[in-house]
């Protein structure tokens, strides 16, 4: 597991409140996508931060959220418990954690690509087997173009607490990085590993996944402050990689 995993997420909810959110319309469209391609049965989301997109789900789905920090798992629960939902809530390393069942579907949104490709390829052997033989996985993931071009851009967030976030890219290990730097406190960064599709299906390579479609996600302009949720593939931020067992 990435050494700064659990500290850089605990500083991001210290400083921008994010895993504490409430559930988004967006969590619910995100659920219809899915339910486009199988519209009911059990499903397992990886990484599941504050539980907004597993309590969505959970009116459809029977829903096991695992994540890494225990902040986040309750907050699921409580999440969860608010909207009338039921759940499994799993605190727990994706790498590790004995998960000996298989889902309909497992997703994992905003976070793939914190380790190398190694790390990468041993979590897609274990997405192949936590899928049933027919199931499918949706994983985020995030694209080089959007994160060379937007490398440099900077923000400043003043709640809860003052910080400034700005965006990088490491060219050479091909990999956005994220650095939030509060006041008063050291700076922390995440570093996640972009793909193309073409590089996906290499990483692919003896997990057992095919890539079935590469669907893009939207784009962000910073400069604008625009948000555009549909564009094409060599625009997007992140695209979503629907896999099936080979
Ligand atoms: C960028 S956040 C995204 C959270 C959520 N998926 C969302 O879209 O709001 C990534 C999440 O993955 C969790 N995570 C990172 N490494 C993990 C691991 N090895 N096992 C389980 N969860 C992990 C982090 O704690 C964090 O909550």
Known sequence: MAHWAHSFYELQQQLTG?????????????????QEAVPAGSL????????????????????????????GTAHTLKLAAEHSVTLEAVTGDFYTVPLP????????????????DAG?????????????????AFIEVFSPWYWSKYAGYSR????PQSSRQTYGFDADGNRM???YA???????????????????????????????????????????????????????MTWTA?????
């Open 44 to 71: 397992l989301e990886l990484g599941a931060g504050g539980g907004q997109f597993a309590v969505a789900a959970a009116r459809v789905f029977q829903v096991t959220a695992l994540e890494l920090r225990p902040s």
């Open 177 to 179: 990085t994220d650095t």
């Open 182 to 236: 509060p006041e008063g406190q050291p700076a922390q960064t995440q570093t996640l590993r972009c793909y193309s599709p073409a590089d996906f299906r290499s990483l692919l390579n003896g997990t057992g996944l095919t890539l079935t479609k590469a669907r893009p996600g939207g784009h962000y302009d910073p400069d604008a402050q625009v948000w555009t949720p549909a564009v094409p593939l060599s625009e997007c």
């Open 156 to 159: 400043n967030w003043t709640s």
């Open 120 to 136: 990468q390829q041993h979590l897609l052997r274990r997405v192949h087997d936590w899928l049933t033989p027919t199931g499918t």
């Open 242 to 246: 629907v896999l099936k067992r080979s």
């Open 101 to 116: 069942r298989a889902f309909d579907v497992v997703c994992y949104w905003d976070g793939f690509g914190i380790d190398d």
């Open 18 to 34: 994010c895993y504490s959110a409430p559930v988004h319309p967006c969590h619910y469209e995100c659920v219809q996508q899915i």
